[in-house]
């Protein structure tokens, strides 16, 4: 009896030692894939050169475990508000303080979560080339009031200056229509909205062919690797800080002292609020994730010269990410510490 007891107790040490291990793998499991179980749908607008962005964090949370849907495109408000309403979980590229609008309107903090910088430093504004601007002393986008300097850019044979502007729904379009009216251009300069990618092709043919060109553009973006600002072009400065709605006070002056009539945006991701508080893994990664103006411009210009399928994009991610493991691997880290 001595001996079955024995026998009896040695097996159940064993079978409790066989449950503690797998409780363990289970926790160890469960703190490497915090993930699990959980869907994202992440979602983008019809700005193709965003999609870098977006599948890096697609990327970053399937590495946490979720389970990540393919990406859903809507126009920036109506983005936010499927983010606010828990129809879209996140969108990677907010723009700040331009989309600040579209938050407050898709509920403000009481719905979303916006921390961190994603990508800092994006600059907007007007440019001309840079022959044009030289030979006729252009600096300020208030010089297009004289019909003569406006006639220089343009295109139809109406006498009004060509702008290549913005698609709308960008927010963008809301800031040039209002500079239209505060510096006097309405009757010397026509705001050309469309596709955005075939109209900025449409002005760098002219370029290319030696016509004066006037476009809107921002950074990060593949054009201003192709009409490189100080060589190619120039940017056109605004006679004084003039923004729409409740902006209308903000200085618009960069550090420098140069002032471009836009401020300068930094990109966030912008996610659903309760997701956020329910998924603090996420939640730590939205914060803590950064990448440079250079590498998306770097990307979306692979992009401009043909790479730009699913697969070319899905590839440029894991090249950033092979670049940057170290960083990479600390994200998950730090994301992985603030689920347990």
């Given at each position: 009896?001595?001996?079955?007891?024995?026998?009896?107790?040695?097996?159940?040490?064993?079978?409790?030692?066989?449950?503690?291990?797998?409780?363990?793998?289970?926790?160890?499991?469960?703190?490497s894939?915090?993930?699990?179980?959980?869907?994202?749908?992440?979602?983008?607008?019809?700005?193709?050169?965003?999609?870098?962005?977006?599948?890096?964090?697609?990327?970053?949370?399937?590495?946490l475990?979720?389970?990540?849907?393919?990406?859903?495109?809507l126009?920036?408000?109506?983005?936010?508000?499927?983010?606010?309403?828990?129809?879209?979980?996140?969108?990677?590229?907010?723009?700040?303080?331009?989309?600040?609008?579209f938050?407050?309107?898709?509920?403000?903090?009481?719905?979303?979560?916006?921390?961190?910088?994603?990508?800092?430093?994006?600059?907007?504004?007007?440019?001309?080339?840079?022959?044009t601007?030289?030979?006729?002393?252009?600096?300020?986008?208030?010089q297009?009031?004289?019909?003569?300097?406006?006639?220089?850019?343009?295109?139809?044979?109406?006498?009004?200056?060509?702008?290549?502007?913005c698609?709308?729904?960008?927010?963008?379009?809301?800031?040039?229509?209002?500079?239209?009216?505060?510096?006097?251009?309405?009757?010397?300069?026509?705001?050309?909205?469309?596709?955005?990618?075939?109209?900025?092709?449409d002005?760098?043919?002219?370029?290319?062919?030696g016509?004066?060109?006037?476009?809107?553009?921002?950074?990060p973006?593949?054009?201003?690797?192709?009409?490189?600002?100080?060589?190619?072009v120039?940017?056109?400065?605004?006679?004084?800080?003039?923004?729409?709605?409740a902006?209308?006070?903000?200085?618009t002056?960069?550090?420098?002292?140069?002032?471009?009539?836009?401020?300068?945006?930094?990109?966030?991701?912008?996610?659903?609020?309760?997701?956020?508080?329910a998924?603090?893994?996420?939640a730590?990664?939205?914060?803590?994730?950064?990448?440079?103006?250079?590498?998306?411009?770097?990307q979306?210009?692979k992009?401009?010269?043909?790479?730009?399928?699913?697969?070319?994009?899905?590839?440029?991610?894991?090249g950033?990410?092979?670049?940057?493991?170290?960083?990479?691997?600390?994200?998950?880290?730090?994301a992985?510490?603030?689920?347990?």
């Open positions: 009896m001595t001996h079955l007891r024995s026998r009896v107790s040695l097996r159940g040490v064993a079978v409790a030692a066989g449950l503690t291990t797998a409780l363990m793998a289970g926790s160890a499991m469960a703190q894939m915090p993930g699990e179980g959980v869907t994202v749908v992440p979602l983008k607008s019809s700005i193709a050169e965003e999609t870098f962005q977006t599948m890096l964090v697609m990327k970053a949370l399937e590495d475990g979720y389970d990540v849907e393919d990406i859903k495109e126009e920036y408000a109506a983005a936010y508000v499927a983010v606010g309403n828990g129809d879209g979980t996140f969108l990677a590229d907010g723009w700040f303080p331009l989309h600040v609008d938050y407050e309107a898709a509920g403000g903090d009481e719905k979303l979560y916006r921390e961190g910088v994603y990508a800092p430093g994006a600059l907007q504004g007007y440019l001309i080339d840079k022959k601007a030289e030979e006729h002393d252009i600096t300020n986008i208030a297009l009031k004289d019909p003569e300097i406006a006639a220089l850019f343009d295109n139809n044979g109406d006498g009004k200056a060509d702008l290549t502007g698609t709308p729904g960008w927010g963008c379009e809301k800031v040039i229509e209002h500079h239209l009216d505060a510096y006097g251009l309405r009757d010397t300069v026509t705001h050309n909205q469309g596709s955005y990618s075939a109209i900025i092709a002005t760098i043919t002219r370029y290319q062919q016509e004066p060109i006037l476009y809107y553009t921002w950074t973006y593949w054009v201003s690797g192709v009409l490189v600002p100080g060589k190619d120039v940017w056109l400065q605004v006679p004084f800080s003039s923004l729409p709605g902006r209308g006070d903000v200085d002056s960069l550090p420098n002292g140069a002032n471009y009539g836009f401020q300068a945006n930094d990109q966030r991701i912008v996610a659903n609020k309760d997701f956020a508080e998924n603090p893994a996420a730590k990664l939205f914060e803590i994730m950064q990448i440079s103006s250079n590498d998306i411009s770097a979306n210009l992009m401009r010269d043909g790479e730009d399928s699913e697969a070319d994009i899905a590839r440029h991610v894991e950033w990410i092979s670049g940057h493991q170290k960083t990479w691997d600390g994200w998950l880290e730090e992985r510490a603030a689920a347990e």
